[in-house]
C-alpha cells in the first residue's frame, strides 16, 4: 500500500518535500508517479521516476520540482520548490509496472494511495 505524506499550507515562494512510503519494496521494480487534482478538475501529472531511476516532469513545474526515491527505504519523494498558489491541489502518488519513463496518464497506474494536500498562499 502507498501512504502519501508532507502536504500543508505555504506561502508563495516556499518549499514542501512530498514523500509517498510504500509498505514493502516496490520501487526498484515499479514506476512511481505524482499527479495532483484541484478542486474542480481533472487529475493531472506531475512527476514520474521509473524503476531505473529516470525522471520525467510536467512542464508546469519543470524547474521547480525534483522527483526522486530511496527504495532500499520504501520511499519517494516530490520536492517542491517555488510553489505557486497555482500549484493547490490535492498530491497524489501512484505505482505503475513497467519499464517505461514517461507514463503520464492516470489510469496507467494501477496502484494509489491516499493524497495530501497542498495549499499555497499569495
Known amino acids: 500500500q502507498l501512504q502519501a505524506s508532507g502536504g500543508g499550507l505555504v506561502q508563495a515562494g516556499g518549499s514542501l518535500r512530498l514523500s509517498c512510503a510504500a509498505s514493502e519494496r516496490t520501487f526498484d521494480t515499479v514506476a512511481v508517479g505524482w499527479f495532483r487534482q484541484a478542486p474542480g478538475l481533472e487529475r493531472e501529472f506531475v512527476a514520474t521516476?521509473?524503476?531505473?531511476?529516470?525522471?520525467y516532469y510536467a512542464d508546469s513545474v519543470k524547474g521547480r520540482f525534483t522527483i526522486s526515491k530511496d527504495s532500499a527505504a520504501n520511499m519517494v519523494y516530490l520536492q517542491t520548490n517555488t510553489l505557486q498558489p497555482e500549484d493547490t491541489a490535492v498530491y497524489y502518488c501512484?505505482?505503475?509496472?513497467?519499464?517505461?519513463?514517461?507514463?503520464?496518464?492516470?489510469?496507467?497506474?494501477?496502484?494509489w494511495g491516499q493524497g495530501t494536500l497542498v495549499t499555497v498562499s499569495s
Open positions: 521516476i521509473s524503476r531505473y531511476g529516470g525522471t
Open positions: 501512484a505505482t505503475k509496472r513497467g519499464s517505461g519513463n514517461y507514463y503520464v496518464i492516470a489510469r496507467q497506474y494501477e496502484n
